[in-house]
């Protein structure tokens, strides 16, 4: 893994997820940061009042990006399970929503200090320690 001068890793990976119960309804985000050699660097997932899932999702994002900023990446890979946010972010769909637009935007302001990134979708199963961290926030809740 490469590193900056300060020993923190240039490129991160960060699975996000979010969700609601009740949809719109109590809900959580997570964010998992890793190396892209897979070794966890931190895991932070909160509780947001009342959301829809869209919104939950969006919000994991924006953690996710903020918590990579923070930890002076230079390149990030996101992973999530939402493949409509993902395929808003890549622009491969159109944001419609009013409330979403306003999101879309945040994550692409967000975005542009990074020399690099890139956004995949992943099923569920594979986005498994974000997904982990979104249900005990809201269980804990």
């Known amino acids: 893994m490469s590193a900056a001068p300060g020993g923190e890793p240039r490129s991160i990976?960060?699975?996000?997820?979010?969700?609601?119960?009740?949809?719109p309804g109590p809900a959580a985000i997570?964010?998992?940061?890793?190396t892209p050699e897979g070794e966890v660097?931190?895991?932070?997932?909160?509780?947001?009042?009342?959301a829809t899932n869209n919104v939950?999702?969006?919000r994991a994002l924006l953690l996710g990006i903020r918590r990579a900023a923070e930890l002076g990446a230079e390149e990030v890979e996101l992973v999530g399970d939402?493949?409509?946010i993902v395929r808003q972010v890549d622009g491969r769909y159109k944001v419609k929503d009013a409330a979403m637009?306003?999101?879309?935007?945040?994550?692409?302001r967000a975005l542009e200090p990074f020399s690099a990134?890139?956004?995949?979708?992943?099923?569920?199963?594979?986005?498994?320690?974000?997904d982990r961290l979104v249900n005990q926030v809201l269980d804990d809740g």
């Open 41 to 50: 660097l931190e895991e932070h997932g909160e509780r947001i009042g009342s």
């Open 30 to 34: 997570a964010a998992v940061i890793s």
């Open 101 to 108: 637009k306003e999101l879309h935007a945040e994550v692409k």
């Open 117 to 130: 990134w890139s956004i995949r979708h992943v099923r569920r199963e594979s986005n498994a320690e974000a």
């Open 56 to 58: 939950a999702e969006y």
């Open 82 to 84: 939402s493949e409509l």
């Open 13 to 23: 990976v960060v699975n996000v997820d979010g969700g609601a119960r009740g949809n």
